[in-house]
């Protein structure tokens, strides 16, 4: 017995020494929330959003952090340099996560996959493919893919840059659909906008938050939407899919940790996170932004991820698309 007793002592002393969350549940102090765009845009307004939900429930500070820059690489690429203890959190989007990494494949700032730990998907911004109502007849998306096989290279199709979801869209439409048009990059998609009602390009795959009022003047006309079902704002207006089978475009944002931070602390922000996304009123208030609500779990998100830095990265084989 007295050979047994230390062991038991130490046995006794484990029982009832406190559990790390009873020591400090998540979160004891205030979370720093990075987001890689500047104030104001959608995507900002999503993360204060869920920001300040997940302030009024989990009973902390959670603090944005907006890092933009070299689209998106820099808030992430402290996201991911960040310490894995749930204190930071950040927004990851389609750009920083696949379009950017499948492009310049050298710029090692961070593995857009391996260094993140999917969370929730939040919102999904479709993009609507326009052309000029004047100079291009095409009445359907049928008659513009005709019309494009009839005359290669003719038209000219408008992006906010090299390498963005919208120069990658339209690449990845002209792969599927064996046509070819002339890529004109700009600085934003506000000019390439301005361009395009002018005549100066012919077309675009462009988000709707910058087009739909120009379609509903008459100056541009909307034939179809990048993702794979009917866009809210537009419920007649046909997914590109109905007639380019497995055609799906759908630049996403959603919140991601550093990788190998702890699940519970994951699973708890996800099923926040979801409850939040899923209620009516966050629905509408995303709507009202041109954001498709989602709210997803984090292995629902993880799938989304793989998926999209794949198909990016075969979209930039494929197209022979190079970084500036």
Not at 70 to 93: E, F, R, V, W
Not at 124 to 143: R, Y
Not at 250 to 277: C, N, R, Y
Request: no cysteine.
């Amino acid at each position: 017995m007295r050979k047994l007793l230390p062991f038991l002592l130490a046995s006794l002393a484990l029982a009832s020494a406190p559990s790390p969350a009873q020591v400090e549940p998540y979160p004891s102090k205030a979370v720093k929330f990075i987001v890689p765009v500047p104030p104001g845009g959608a995507a900002d307004v999503m993360a204060r959003m869920v920001a300040e939900q997940l302030q009024n429930k989990l009973g902390q500070p959670f603090v944005v952090d907006n890092r933009p820059g070299a689209g998106s690489a820099i808030g992430m690429q402290a996201l991911a340099k960040s310490p894995p203890d749930g204190y930071t959190i950040g927004l990851g989007n389609i750009a920083a996560n696949a379009i950017n990494p499948a492009v310049q494949p050298d710029n090692k700032l961070y593995d857009p996959v391996n260094d993140f730990a999917p969370v929730s998907l939040v919102g999904i911004t479709p993009l609507v493919l326009v052309v000029n109502a004047e100079k291009v007849p095409s009445k359907t998306l049928e008659e513009f893919i005709a019309y494009l096989k009839a005359n290669p290279n003719k038209l000219s199709y408008g992006s906010s840059g090299n390498g963005s979801s919208l120069h990658l869209g339209m690449e990845l439409f002209l792969l599927k659909t064996g046509t070819k048009m002339t890529h004109v990059p700009y600085k934003g998609s506000a000019p390439m906008v301005t361009d395009l009602i002018s005549g100066q390009v012919d077309a675009s795959m462009d988000a709707a938050t910058s087009s739909w009022p120009h379609v509903q003047s008459g100056k541009l006309r909307a034939l179809a939407v990048s993702t794979k079902e009917r866009a809210f704002f537009a419920p007649n207006l046909p997914p590109i899919a109905q007639v380019v089978p497995g055609f799906d475009v759908k630049p996403w944002h959603g919140v991601m940790v550093p990788a190998k931070t702890p699940q519970p602390i994951v699973d708890k922000l996800s099923a926040e996170i979801q409850a939040f996304i899923k209620d009516p009123a966050t629905q509408q208030q995303l709507k009202d932004r041109g954001v498709v609500p989602v709210g997803s779990s984090a292995q629902e998100f993880a799938k989304v991820m793989n998926d999209e830095y794949d198909l990016y990265r075969q979209v930039v084989r494929d197209a022979k698309i190079k970084a500036e």
